[in-house]
């Protein structure tokens, strides 16, 4: 429930351009890291470094025709779910990522419980949500390691911008401006400790000033550095760095994958563990099984997929990024019964690809980038006619959007999960087990 404000007035601030401040009550969380109020005037206002049921002074940083942006500022009266924020410089006014700061570990759970949810509501619709409910409701999960206490040091791939001064930071938020960080605590230690971050540092000579920089520490260790001058270990030396080793625990057993470092990877460090099970799991596969998996980028769940179908199976990927499929092409080398195929996700590329297959796939995989497969490949999947399809959503809103696609082409739920692999953002993953109804 959100309420309006009992007031606002307007300060003058050092820059002398006006600002307003509004005295707000918080309602509910929305999708993007913020929660719902309403002004005075009953315009929508979303609130970011707030919490559900706060009373907050809160500086409006963006206004549109019905709603505004704005900052909380001054806590009037706190929910006792806020804790001191374990990212100061992702506060007001900061950077991006790390909008949930200040939300006490569970909280957050419970915040992206709400947001799934409401986009289930939303967006997939009522027989949607009814279904999820059904099965127990939303439930996020912690990844190993999550459950209690700490959740920093879990990142092991970040990115930042050089600033003016050769300083490396983030983005303010919603800005192209660069803040210099003092620390980043998302990442795991090893990153923390390469020196990167601060004036002085030993590093700055290896870029230049609007420069973006990655850093990546496969399984949390051995950091490099990857900048225009190339790609450097953690003593600064250039080293020639073709594809870097993830060990992965799939089904009790350890996998080694090799990506590039620009490459994509889970950057939670048991992200890409999870997962993997999590699909394994759900495929429920069955020796000689054929299966159609689709945005399969470097085989993260390829390869446990095609242990599980045996050379007696037959699976074929589709991944528009050519160089993760190179990457896949060689995480996939002792598995004769597996192709992985470059080409865009879309109709034609997925009624093209089930040809690979000598008959109807037993099951097919899904894992879309951040705006969800979309229409008309949702469409495409559901004429293949799997007996189950297994979608992983990394955004609320387009996995909801997805799931109603799949529901409306007769598909129906049977199975729902979520994990908290991104701790301090908004940002979670779920996964989603359909099967098709036989009329």
Same mark, same amino acid.
């Given at each position: 429930?959100?309420?309006?404000?009992?007031?606002?007035?307007?300060?003058?601030?050092?820059?002398?351009?006006?600002?307003?401040?509004?005295?707000?009550?918080?309602?509910?969380?929305?999708? =993007?890291?913020? !929660?719902? $109020?309403?002004? #005075?005037?009953?315009?929508? +206002?979303? %609130?970011?470094? /707030?919490?559900?049921? @706060?009373?907050?002074?809160?500086?409006?940083?963006?206004?549109?025709?019905?709603?505004?942006?704005?900052?909380?500022?001054?806590?009037?009266?706190?929910?006792?779910?806020?804790?001191?924020?374990?990212?100061?410089?992702?506060?007001?006014?900061?950077?991006?990522?790390?909008?949930?700061?200040?939300?006490?570990?569970?909280?957050?759970?419970?915040?992206?419980?709400?947001?799934?949810?409401?986009?289930?509501?939303?967006?997939? =619709?009522?027989? !949607?949500? $009814?279904?999820? #409910?059904?099965?127990?409701? +939303?439930? %996020?999960?912690? /990844?190993?390691?999550? @459950?209690?206490?700490?959740?920093?040091?879990?990142?092991?791939?970040?990115?930042?911008?050089?600033?003016?001064?050769?300083?490396?930071?983030?983005?303010?938020?919603?800005?192209?401006?660069?803040?210099?960080?003092?620390?980043?605590?998302?990442?795991?230690?090893?990153?923390?400790?390469?020196?990167?971050?601060?004036?002085?540092?030993?590093?700055?000579?290896?870029?230049?000033?609007?420069?973006?920089?990655?850093?990546?520490?496969?399984?949390?260790?051995?950091?490099?550095?990857?900048?225009?001058?190339? +790609?450097?270990?953690?003593?600064?030396?250039?080293? @020639?760095?073709?594809?870097?080793?993830?060990?992965?625990?799939?089904?009790?057993?350890?996998?080694?994958?090799?990506?590039?470092?620009?490459?994509?990877?889970?950057?939670?460090?048991?992200?890409?563990?999870?997962?993997?099970?999590?699909?394994?799991?759900?495929?429920?596969?069955?020796?000689?099984?054929?299966?159609?998996?689709?945005?399969?980028?470097?085989?993260?769940?390829?390869?446990?997929?095609?242990?599980?179908?045996?050379?007696?199976?037959?699976?074929?990927?589709?991944?528009?990024?050519?160089?993760?499929?190179?990457?896949?092409?060689?995480?996939?080398?002792?598995?004769?019964?597996?192709?992985?195929?470059?080409?865009?996700?879309?109709?034609?590329?997925?009624?093209?690809?089930?040809?690979?297959?000598?008959?109807?796939?037993?099951?097919?995989?899904?894992?879309?980038?951040?705006?969800?497969?979309?229409?008309?490949?949702?469409?495409?999947?559901?004429?293949?006619?799997?007996?189950?399809?297994?979608?992983?959503?990394?955004?609320?809103?387009?996995?909801?959007?997805?799931?109603?696609?799949?529901?409306?082409?007769?598909?129906?739920?049977?199975?729902?999960?979520?994990?908290?692999?991104?701790?301090?953002?908004?940002?979670?993953?779920?996964?989603?087990?359909?099967?098709?109804?036989?009329?």
């Amino acid at each position: 429930m959100t309420s309006k404000s009992r007031r606002h007035h307007r300060s003058r601030a050092a820059t002398g351009i006006e600002e307003q401040i509004l005295e707000l009550q918080i309602g509910s969380p929305a999708h =993007g890291g913020a !929660c719902v $109020a309403r002004d #005075e005037d009953g315009r929508v +206002v979303f %609130v970011r470094h /707030a919490l559900p049921g @706060e009373r907050v002074r809160a500086r409006v940083t963006s206004t549109q025709k019905s709603f505004a942006w704005a900052d909380a500022v001054d806590i009037l009266k706190a929910s006792p779910d806020r804790v001191e924020s374990m990212w100061p410089q992702a506060g007001p006014g900061g950077v991006g990522g790390g909008e949930l700061a200040h939300v006490a570990p569970h909280a957050q759970r419970a915040w992206k419980e709400k947001v799934i949810q409401d986009q289930l509501r939303r967006i997939g =619709g009522p027989d !949607c949500a $009814a279904a999820v #409910e059904e099965l127990g409701g +939303v439930q %996020v999960q912690a /990844a190993p390691g999550d @459950e209690c206490g700490d959740l920093t040091r879990r990142r092991t791939r970040i990115e930042l911008v050089i600033d003016q001064e050769g300083l490396a930071g983030m983005h303010r938020f919603r800005s192209r401006e660069v803040i210099a960080l003092d620390s980043m605590p998302l990442a795991v230690t090893p990153i923390e400790e390469l020196g990167i971050l601060g004036a002085g540092s030993a590093w700055a000579e290896l870029w230049r000033p609007k420069e973006r920089i990655r850093v990546v520490a496969p399984n949390g260790q051995s950091p490099v550095v990857l900048t225009s001058k190339g +790609v450097f270990n953690s003593l600064g030396e250039k080293i @020639e760095a073709e594809r870097l080793p993830w060990n992965v625990e799939v089904a009790g057993k350890n996998i080694e994958y090799r990506v590039r470092p620009t490459g994509f990877w889970q950057t939670h460090i048991k992200g890409a563990e999870v997962l993997a099970n999590a699909v394994l799991s759900a495929a429920a596969l069955n020796e000689g099984d054929r299966v159609l998996e689709l945005y399969s980028g470097a085989g993260l769940f390829t390869r446990p997929l095609a242990e599980a179908i045996g050379p007696k199976g037959r699976l074929v990927s589709l991944e528009g990024d050519e160089g993760a499929v190179a990457d896949a092409g060689e995480n996939l080398a002792p598995f004769g019964w597996v192709d992985a195929f470059v080409g865009g996700v879309d109709k034609e590329g997925i009624s093209e690809l089930k040809t690979q297959l000598d008959r109807r796939p037993d099951v097919i995989v899904l894992d879309p980038p951040r705006a969800g497969a979309g229409r008309e490949a949702c469409r495409a999947i559901a004429d293949a006619g799997a007996s189950r399809i297994v979608l992983v959503s990394c955004d609320p809103a387009a996995g909801a959007r997805d799931l109603r696609e799949l529901f409306e082409a007769g598909y129906r739920l049977s199975a729902f999960s979520a994990w908290d692999l991104f701790p301090h953002t908004h940002h979670v993953e779920t996964l989603a087990l359909l099967e098709r109804q036989v009329f």
